[in-house]
C-alpha cells in the first residue's frame, strides 16, 4: 500500500512540475454564467386530503399548488488546462432530494462545486473532485431539455448527484470514459460508521449527433462497516434522432444489493423505459412514453404494500418553445401499482392520475 500511495505521490508531482513549465497554463480562463427558473402547477384526479403526490419522486410533488420546483445560478470557468463548476440552487427539488439526513440538508443549496486540472498536454485525461451533477442516464437535473417534464422512474430513483474524485478520458469526440470514487449513493457527506468508497463509471459513445449510447455502474454501500450490504447498479441507455422530427430514447437500469452483511443472494430491482419524441414544428413537440418499475424487497423504493413497488406508468407531453430561453410544457401521467400506493380523499388506491404544467426560462 505505501509503495501504491508513493508511486501515486510522485505521479502528481511529476504533473505539477511539467505543468509550471507549460505554457499552456498561462493565460486568463473564460467565466461562462447561466441561470435556470421553473415555476409549476400540479393536479391529481384522486384529490387527496394531503398536499404530498405520492411517487411522483423529488419534482414537482404538490397537488392543486402553484410552486417554484427548480432555480439555479451556475458559473462555469473554462481554460485549457483546468476548469471549474460553481452552482447554487433553491426550490421545491433541493428541499426535498436533499433531506435524507442533517448532513446532506446543509448543502441543499449546492447543486455543484468541483475543479478540475488536465493530466496530460493533449488534454484528453483529467482529474475533478468535488460535487457533481450524476452522470447515471439520460435525464438532467435542469429540465429545460429532457424530453418529458416529469423524470421517469429510473432517474428520480437513482442519483441526481454525486461527490468525490473522478478521471475522465476523452481520446476522441465520440468517446468519453470516466471512473468515480464516490462518498456513496446520492451522497455528499459520507454516512456514519461507512468507511469504505464507492466506485461509479461511465462509458458513452456518441458516433454522431443523432446518436448517443451510455453505460453508467455503480457498486458500493452506504451502510455502517458493520452491516455492509454491497449495492451494484447498471443503467443503460441510447438515444437516437431516426428522423429530422422524430426521436427515440430507450433505458434500463438493474440494480442488487445483498440481503445480508456477506450474504451470496441479492434483492434486486429493475425499471425499463421507453420515450418516443416527435417535433411538430420549430415551437412544437409531443412526446410519449411507457415505464414500469419493480422493487419488490423495496431496497430503493418504499412501499405500503407488503410485496413491494411494482408500477407502470404511461404519460404524454406537449412542449411549446416561443424562443430557445422559455419553454411552456404540460404533461398528463397515468400510473398503477401492484399495491394501493396512491392517496384518494382519506384512503388509497392502486392507481392515479395527474396532470403538470409548467413554464422555464433558461440563460445561457
Same mark, same amino acid.
Given at each position: 500500500?505505501?509503495?501504491? @500511495?508513493?508511486?501515486?505521490? @510522485? ?10 513549465? *507549460?505554457?499552456? +497554463? ?6 461562462? %454564467? ?38 439555479? &445560478? ?20 433541493? @428541499? ?28 484528453? %485525461?483529467? &482529474? ?18 429532457? +424530453? ?26 465520440? +468517446? ?38 451510455? %453505460? ?89 404494500? *407488503? ?26 401521467? %397515468? &400510473? ?14 392502486? *392507481? ?13
Amino acid at each position: 500500500m505505501k509503495k501504491i @500511495i508513493l508511486s501515486l505521490f @510522485i505521479g502528481f508531482v511529476s504533473i505539477f512540475s511539467s505543468a509550471q513549465i *507549460d505554457s499552456a +497554463w498561462a493565460g486568463e480562463p473564460t467565466i461562462k %454564467w447561466s441561470a435556470f427558473a421553473e415555476a409549476y402547477y400540479a393536479y391529481t384526479a384522486n384529490q387527496p386530503d394531503e398536499r404530498y403526490l405520492y411517487y411522483q419522486g423529488v419534482n414537482y410533488t404538490r397537488h392543486n399548488e402553484m410552486g417554484l420546483n427548480h432555480a439555479m &445560478l451556475k458559473a462555469n470557468l473554462k481554460h485549457s488546462k483546468y476548469r471549474g463548476n460553481v452552482a447554487l440552487q433553491a426550490g421545491l427539488y433541493p @428541499i426535498l432530494n436533499y433531506s435524507t439526513t442533517p448532513d446532506e440538508s446543509l448543502f441543499r443549496n449546492v447543486m455543484e462545486a468541483n475543479v478540475g486540472i488536465a493530466l496530460n498536454k493533449k488534454n484528453t %485525461w483529467w &482529474l475533478d473532485a468535488g460535487i457533481f451533477n450524476s452522470h447515471i442516464g439520460f435525464e438532467s437535473v435542469v429540465s429545460f431539455d429532457n +424530453w418529458t417534464l416529469t423524470r421517469s422512474f429510473m432517474a428520480e430513483y437513482s442519483p441526481y448527484y454525486m461527490s468525490g474524485g473522478k478521471i475522465t478520458h476523452q481520446p476522441n469526440e465520440k +468517446w468519453e470514459l470516466m471512473a468515480m470514487v464516490t462518498n456513496g449513493w446520492q451522497r455528499i457527506v459520507k454516512s456514519t460508521g461507512n468507511n469504505r468508497p464507492s466506485i461509479s463509471t461511465l462509458l458513452k459513445y456518441t458516433p454522431s449527433k443523432k446518436t448517443t449510447v451510455g %453505460w453508467a455502474t455503480y457498486a458500493g454501500s452506504d451502510l455502517p462497516d458493520s452491516n455492509r450490504r454491497m449495492r451494484y447498479f447498471s443503467n443503460l441507455y441510447g438515444q437516437f434522432q431516426l428522423t429530422e422530427r422524430l426521436g427515440l430514447t430507450a433505458a434500463i437500469d438493474v440494480g442488487g444489493q445483498q440481503e445480508f452483511k456477506d450474504s451470496e443472494f441479492y434483492q434486486l430491482w429493475y425499471t425499463p423505459v421507453v420515450i418516443v419524441r416527435y417535433q411538430m414544428s420549430d415551437k412544437w413537440a409531443v412526446a410519449v412514453r411507457g415505464e414500469y418499475y419493480e422493487d419488490k424487497n423495496q431496497v430503493v423504493v418504499p412501499s405500503r404494500d *407488503d410485496d413491494g413497488f411494482v408500477t407502470q406508468g404511461s404519460s404524454i407531453n406537449f412542449d411549446f418553445k416561443p424562443s430557445k430561453r422559455i419553454a411552456c410544457r404540460m404533461e398528463t401521467r %397515468w &400510473l398503477r401499482s401492484q399495491g394501493k400506493e396512491y392517496r384518494r380523499g382519506d384512503y388509497y388506491v392502486n *392507481d392515479n392520475v395527474y396532470a403538470v404544467a409548467s413554464i422555464s426560462i433558461l440563460i445561457d
